[in-house]
């Protein structure tokens, strides 16, 4: 039959229909985004760390938002420079802070009844020298606005008792969050930090990598006699009391990127792949297993002499990455990582099943490329956390 249909219309002549059809699919994408309908969903999206106008560490979230239509009013979709509680650069030096921290009690009582989910994107901050350009951006210095307050808590609080939907991610509970308010949110959730944070970083060559964080490598020097025999890829690893342990590739790691591992529950209820490469900030987190369920963990691939040093500092080679309490009383989310903040653009999110051209949108075999987090990982749990917390208030 396909051969007479080439026969009667002629190869070129089907080959240019194909060719057309190819060529208005994005349109066709875009017209079924336009025509899906759009869905209420008042979420309090809470960003301590937003350094410029362009590159806002939720960003990722306002695309998951785009692209299932979700609204803050019925009518307008959420815009990523604005509708969020936290730090507003301006020009020039200037900024104005619209936190939590200016409401009054009444005002957060409100808002723990008008909203559906809070999400806590990053609550780390802005410093000084990033801000003010005074100084190196690499050292440490003063906070401008930043951590988790109790204001910030008193919603969480609210929320949770109201049975709304949380979601939380690092950085809510490592510094600069006041360690009183850090143990209110570990006694309310069950999860507890041990003071570790971490990352990835693709050369510990000072001379090339100038991600580095000058603080790491002064702190790591005073520890071992000004030495810092470090040149490859590989993983550093932070305590709140300054220490820094190294793993670098070869010596100390098996694999270099750390791994995140989902169990088989939540590969099939969230879409999560088995495993998947995660190249940027974590923290090492203790869940409380009578009141959490850990859905993905971290797996860093030590040889024998990481392995060891690894054991000397008290430091697990698997630790979850995506904590979870989902139940009538509430559902609560902690991601132990920087999850919202990756590079991809909200233009793509108005296309009407785009994530079936995911594989085109970062590079497979860079597991670096935090865009394949986002397509791969991020994504589909987010939007699966949401679209079913979605059909749970609001059935048909």
């Known amino acids: 039959m396909a051969l007479s249909f080439l026969k009667r219309t002629g190869t070129g002549t089907v080959i240019r229909t194909l060719l057309v059809l190819l060529l208005l699919l994005p349109v066709w994408m875009y017209i079924a985004w336009l025509c899906a309908p759009k869905r209420e969903l008042v979420i309090a999206i809470i960003d301590k760390t937003v350094l410029n106008t362009k590159d806002q560490e939720h960003v990722s979230l306002n695309w998951v938002l785009d692209q299932e239509k979700f609204t803050k009013d019925g009518r307008q979709l ?55 350009k005074e100084g190196d951006a690499k050292e440490r210095s003063g906070i401008v606005y930043g951590g988790l307050s109790q204001q910030d808590f008193y919603l969480l609080k609210q929320m949770r008792d109201k049975k709304k939907l949380l979601i939380t991610e690092f950085n809510c509970l490592a510094s600069p969050t006041p360690p009183a308010v850090r143990a209110e949110f570990e006694n309310l959730f069950g999860v507890r930090w041990t003071g570790w944070i971490g990352r990835f970083f693709s050369s510990f060559d000072t001379t090339v990598n100038k991600e580095l964080p000058k603080w790491l490598i002064s702190n790591y020097k005073q520890q071992h006699n000004g030495a810092w025999p470090f040149s490859k890829p ?117 296309f009407k099943g785009i994530g079936a051209f995911k594989r085109f949108m970062f590079n497979p075999h860079d597991e670096q490329d935090r865009r394949g987090f986002f397509w791969s990982f991020y994504r589909p749990l987010v939007t699966s956390v949401l679209n079913d917390y979605y059909s749970k208030i609001k059935p048909d």
Do not use: C
């Open 234 to 350: 590989g993983i550093a690893f932070i305590h709140s009391d300054d220490t820094v342990v190294i793993l670098e590739e070869g010596s100390g790691l098996e694999t270099t990127v750390p791994y995140i591992y989902s169990t088989a529950d939540a590969r099939k209820k969230y879409g999560l792949p088995e495993k998947i490469p995660y190249s940027f900030w974590f923290d090492i987190v203790q869940p409380d297993p009578r009141v959490n369920k850990i859905l993905s963990s971290y797996q860093i691939e030590t040889t024998a002499k990481g392995k060891e040093e690894l054991n000397r500092h008290g430091l697990p080679a698997s630790f979850p990455a995506v904590t979870a309490h989902i139940a009538d009383d509430y559902r609560f989310y902690y991601f132990s990582g920087d999850f919202a903040d990756a590079p991809v653009s909200v233009f793509s999110s108005h």
């Open 78 to 132: 959420y815009k990523s420079g604005k509708d969020y509680y936290g730090f507003f650069p301006l020009e020039g030096k200037r900024y104005e802070l619209h936190g939590l921290e200016e409401f009054s009690t009444e005002r957060l009582d409100r808002l723990a009844v008008d909203a559906d989910v809070m999400y806590i994107t990053d609550a780390y901050g802005i410093f000084r020298n990033e801000w003010l």
